[in-house]
């Protein structure tokens, strides 16, 4: 993982998430999935380019149960954004950085 996306689990997501005062990304995500170390990359970017205006998490839905199936989680990779605790906006499937950062911005 890397330097600016922050692990986040089943314990923490109230608090690091749905209490936060910045919007925050979320990537679902698990070890064995192609397309979800396909897009880490992009995943990191953003989380470099908005570290001041938003959070960036990714969730290990292998280790983290509760959360995923809270939110409906079918298929990985699935990103959604948060602000003011509610699910603003949800993508699902590999997509190009440009595409993640223009769901974000709509919310920093």
């Keep these: 993982m890397g330097d600016f996306a ?3 689990n089943d ?3 109230e608090t690091d998430v749905l209490s936060s005062e910045k919007p925050v990304l979320v990537d679902f995500w698990a070890e064995w999935c192609g397309p979800c170390r396909m897009i880490a990359p992009s995943v990191e970017a953003v989380a470099e ?3 001041d205006k938003a959070g960036v998490y990714k969730m ?3 280790e983290n149960m509760n959360v995923p199936q809270r939110f409906g989680i079918r298929g990985i990779p ?3 954004v ?3 605790g509610q699910e603003q906006e949800r993508i699902v ?3 190009s950085r440009e595409a993640i950062s223009k769901v974000i911005e709509k919310y920093v």
């Design 6 to 8: 922050k692990p986040i």
């Design 49 to 51: 380019e908005y570290q």
């Design 82 to 84: 948060f602000k003011g």
């Design 60 to 62: 290990n839905v292998d």
């Design 11 to 13: 314990a923490n997501f």
């Design 78 to 80: 699935t990103l959604i």
């Design 93 to 95: 499937g590999a997509v």
